[in-house]
């Protein structure tokens, strides 16, 4: 018979049931929140179903209702990442901005301006699902409003106010920010939406990239250049 002493010492045999969880791995909402996005990009809100996203990620649809009580939560969950996403990634840009439009010169202003056409560019060439599930989302304007005021109405007036903060210390000519701000969203939402409906090869691609992010600067310093005078080209 053995002792207790041996039986400590010996190797316990694994008990059934659930093989251990992946801590490296994305946790349950994380992972639905993912690939919902993914779904929401390409279909649009009424092409998904809540099975369909359980389906995609591997668990039950009950596990889907446990985190997300509904599709139309789920989707709102889906905008709130983005938007995190693109505030963390934009804010110090639109900060520069900003304090380029209280204190700077113009020539300042408008190289936070450059600045800040660079950080969004690139933000949406990195993550295009962004650009999709906006284009869904504007696909029926009057629906899902609160989106827009929550997830995208908020960074662009902080922008406009900037500009307008900017023309009222005379460093530049702005008399409709908004029009303005929401002309170079849309812009680089198309190209991207672009670059993906040509499916080119990488050298097209990266032409593409080239002569867009030219063509911003280029708008941003012809917008505001100093009386008579033509504002910068980036290439």
């Keep these: 018979m053995k002792t207790s002493e041996e039986d400590a010492g010996a190797p316990r045999a694994r008990r059934r049931g659930r093989p251990p969880r992946d801590l490296s791995a994305p946790a349950t909402p994380e992972r639905i929140l993912l690939k919902a996005t993914e779904l929401f990009a390409v279909r649009g809100f009424d092409g998904v179903s809540m099975r369909d996203i359980a389906g995609q990620v591997g668990i039950d649809v009950s596990s889907v209702h446990h985190h997300f009580p509904s599709?139309?939560?789920?989707?709102?969950?889906?905008?709130?990442?983005?938007?995190?996403?693109?505030?963390?990634?934009?804010?110090?840009?639109?900060?520069a901005v900003a304090e380029a439009a209280r204190s700077a010169s113009p020539s300042d202003l408008v190289?936070?301006?450059?600045?800040?056409?660079?950080?969004?560019?690139?933000?949406?060439?990195?993550?295009?699902?962004?650009?999709?599930?906006?284009l869904r989302r504007w696909l029926d304007p009057t629906r899902h409003a609160p989106l827009d005021e929550a997830y995208a109405l908020p960074i662009y007036h902080e922008i406009e106010q900037a500009l307008l903060d900017a023309a009222a210390r005379g460093l530049i000519s702005e008399p409709t920010p908004h029009v303005t701000v929401r002309?170079?969203?849309?812009?680089?939402?198309?190209?991207?939406?672009?670059?993906?409906?040509?499916g080119a090869g990488a050298v097209a691609v990266a032409r593409e990239k080239r002569e867009f992010r030219a063509y911003a600067h280029r708008l941003i310093g012809l917008l505001y250049a100093p009386p008579g005078a033509r504002g910068p080209s980036r290439q």
């Design 71 to 95: 599709k139309a939560e789920l989707c709102e969950a889906c905008f709130a990442r983005v938007f995190a996403l693109e505030r963390a990634t934009l804010e110090p840009s639109v900060r």
């Design 111 to 134: 190289g936070a301006m450059h600045g800040l056409v660079d950080t969004f560019v690139d933000f949406l060439d990195e993550h295009p699902h962004t650009t999709f599930l906006w």
């Design 183 to 198: 002309s170079l969203v849309w812009a680089t939402h198309g190209h991207v939406a672009a670059l993906t409906a040509a």
